[in-house]
């Protein structure tokens, strides 16, 4: 449960907060953007941005001509897509089954905490004075002994 | 008190607690083990696998300068013949290793309506043409600037061969050296294809 809290917690801050970075404006800026969203063919490890090997570096070069020409990053981000795959993505899409990791710890989370409320109120005494009620005559006197003994 | 609670106990009508239990283990078992069986399926995967996104799809045209100057290569010029497109450099041992299958396979389809073109990758030029001497073999050999056709065709590295259609379509790629027998696999499915055999 708390892994799954975690987990969530996780989840939330790359969906909600990553996208909340300031949108780069220069084309300068926005190639870097795109560079650093693509791995390197070459190194497989690191994205273009940060690859020293000759293909990433005409790559870098690639996505640069290609916004300087106009294109949005998304389509630039496309054209590297179409030639190598959605294997040159570092970040997967947020779409179909790529969601499923990070939405099933929320819906663990949301089950769980459901169930758990739900045990607790289950649990819960209905009225605190109805036990008293119950006593006996003989228990009440019983108890009035055992209590008068304690005192002594 | 005891009769109370077995009063409790005995309310006519109630669900059996087991079978809710077991509804309730269930509903958060199958999903957790359907994911974890999810995640499991990708430790069966290889990560250096590679894609190929360009198979079946329309070779990137190109008009590449020859090696050493003179006119240019034209994959226009080209259509209409099974094309081999070789990505090669004289830094890369793979590229040594598979140049006998690539000369036995030009010898042998040289004169049956296939081209084969070298695209020398990230190399210089003076290396590149001491590579062609040494190693031989007279298919045009074209420079690549800026990678540009290497990256239109999704080249992960060197060397790396291609098979293309006489319609223009990609039908074969192979990352890596080629053998001999890949290559006139592919290149008579390729003529096939063509009606060209």
């Given at each position: 449960m708390l892994l799954a809290a975690a987990v969530a917690v996780v989840a939330i801050a790359v969906v909600v907060v990553a996208p909340g970075d300031?949108?780069?404006?220069?084309?300068?800026d926005r190639a870097a953007a795109v560079a650093?969203?693509?791995?390197?063919?070459?190194?497989?490890?690191?994205s273009v941005a940060d690859s020293p090997s000759a293909l990433a570096g005409e790559m870098r070069r690639e996505i640069e001509r290609r916004l300087r020409a106009g294109q949005t990053d998304e389509a630039v981000r496309a054209y590297f897509v179409d030639r190598?795959?959605?294997?040159?993505?570092?970040?997967p899409e947020g779409s179909g089954l790529n969601l499923l990791p990070l939405l099933f710890p929320l819906a663990a989370l949301a089950v769980g905490g459901v169930s758990w409320w739900a045990l607790v109120r289950r649990r819960r005494p209905t009225t605190t004075s109805e036990p008293s009620t119950r006593l006996t005559e003989a228990d009440r006197a019983r108890l009035d002994r055992e209590l008068e003994g304690n005192r002594r | 008190m005891s009769d109370e609670l077995g009063e409790e106990r005995g309310t006519a009508g109630a669900p059996n607690p087991y079978s809710r239990r077991a509804v309730a283990l269930a509903v958060v078992l199958v999903p957790v083990l359907a994911f974890t069986l999810l995640?499991?399926?990708?430790?069966?995967?290889?990560?250096?696998?590679?894609p190929d996104p360009v198979a079946a799809t329309p070779a990137p045209a190109f008009s590449l300068p020859k090696l050493g100057g003179g006119?240019?290569?034209?994959?226009?010029?080209?259509?209409?013949?099974?094309?081999?497109?070789?990505?090669w450099a004289s830094?890369?041992?793979?590229?040594?290793?598979?140049?006998?299958?690539?000369?036995?396979?030009?010898?042998?389809?040289?004169?049956?309506?296939?081209?084969?073109?070298?695209?020398?990758?990230?190399?210089?030029?003076?290396?590149?043409l001491a590579y062609a001497e040494e190693q031989g073999g007279d298919w045009p050999l074209v420079t690549d600037p800026g990678s540009r056709t290497a990256i239109d065709f999704g080249v992960f590295g060197v060397p790396e061969t291609f098979v293309v259609a006489p319609?223009?379509?990609?039908?074969?790629?192979?990352?890596?050296?080629?053998?001999?027998?890949?290559?006139i696999t592919e290149i008579d499915s390729a003529l096939r294809r063509g009606g060209s055999a």
């Open positions: 300031p949108a780069p404006t220069t084309i300068r650093s969203g693509l791995r390197c063919p070459v190194c497989a490890n690191l190598y795959g959605r294997w040159v993505l570092l970040v | 995640l499991a399926s990708g430790l069966g995967r290889d990560p250096s696998e590679r006119e240019r290569i034209t994959s226009a010029s080209m259509r209409g013949q099974v094309v081999v497109v070789n990505f830094w890369c041992i793979p590229c040594r290793q598979e140049h006998p299958a690539l000369l036995r396979a030009w010898e042998r389809y040289r004169e049956r309506g296939v081209v084969f073109v070298g695209v020398n990758f990230e190399d210089t030029e003076e290396a590149a319609d223009g379509t990609i039908v074969a790629k192979e990352i890596g050296a080629v053998s001999y027998e890949w290559l």
